[in-house]
């Protein structure tokens, strides 16, 4: 059958597909829009199960907060090549994905995917792109947290950002300040006594392998050795917890003194920081 311009146009618009995916499913559906809209999602479908495999190593990561600066969402939208994630398209939709977290504030990922966009998902959503970009698109970080205060920081190049809540107002300098430093340096936890202690049997076994491979210590008892380890620890929480960490726009103090000479009663509540490069 003849397929008008004006139906692939129409069809276009409602789906966001190219216009030669339209005209072709228009074509399979026998000029039915709703069959071939169908049709359009079912390819995507197909394009992202030949693409699960794929790494999304770029893309773009967004943090966004509410007008009162007490809630706010950090999510990562990701695909396979700088070209697409630098596509005003893909932007768009990284936004739009950043709009929707940010308004319906789904608890984790699985409630993002699940939230409804006009008439689709944001998996299905997503699901389509990968399917009109033939590049895999993917969700592969999604967070949200309250707090008195949040200040956020988002990387020049969009691939890393933070969100990061206060026990109370601070001035928009300091929390750019210490999202900033989040962003740079990348701490494990907010104290030592909030660090996982999977990180801590970690580093405790790095540092034993380590200990065992002197010479000094061959022979040595298991005791001494683990007494060693834990030793090493103090300057792991100095390089990796936030408020131990050396501020890094002074150079001097900890992060913990800087925040105190703002406001001697404010402290850092909680963040969240990603990167697409980690």
Do not use: W
């Not at 966009?117 to 299905?124: A, F, H, L, N």
């Not at 969100?163 to 340096?185: H, L, R």
């Not at 298991?222 to 890094?248: C, H, P, R, S, Y």
């Not at 703002?262 to 909680?270: I, L, R």
């Amino acid at each position: 059958m003849e397929i008008k311009a004006a139906d692939v146009a129409k069809l276009r618009q409602m789906t966001g597909a190219g216009m030669m995916d339209c005209k072709n499913a228009l074509v399979e559906a026998a000029g039915d829009f709703d069959r071939a809209q169908e049709i359009i999602r079912e390819k995507g479908k197909l394009v992202a199960a030949k693409r699960a495999d794929r790494e999304t190593t770029e893309g773009a990561v967004i943090a966004k907060i509410s007008a009162d600066c007490k809630k706010a969402i950090l999510v990562s939208l990701g695909c396979e090549t700088d070209f697409v994630a630098k596509n005003a398209e893909f932007q768009a939709l990284a936004n739009s994905i950043a709009d929707t977290a940010l308004a319906v504030f789904p608890a984790d990922k699985n409630g993002l995917m699940a939230t409804r966009t006009g008439d689709i998902t944001i998996e299905e959503l997503i699901t389509q792109q990968t399917g009109k970009s033939g590049e895999k698109h993917a969700i592969p970080y999604y967070a949200a947290i309250e707090a008195n205060y949040i200040a956020c920081y988002i990387h020049t190049n969009s691939k890393v950002a933070t969100i990061v809540g206060f026990n109370k107002e601070v001035s928009n300098e300091a929390g750019k300040d210490i999202a900033m430093q989040i962003t740079a340096m990348a701490p494990v936890s907010l104290s030592k006594s909030d660090c996982p202690q999977e990180v801590i049997e970690k580093e405790l076994e790095i540092y034993r392998e380590q200990i065992k491979q002197d010479p000094k210590m061959a022979g040595k008892p298991d005791e001494m050795i683990n007494k060693i380890a834990e030793g090493k620890l103090g300057k792991f929480f100095k390089e990796n917890t936030l408020e131990e960490q050396i501020f890094v726009k002074d150079g001097k103090i900890s992060v913990s003194d800087y925040l105190k000479a703002v406001d001697a009663e404010a402290k850092v509540t909680a963040f969240r920081r990603f990167s697409l490069n980690d």
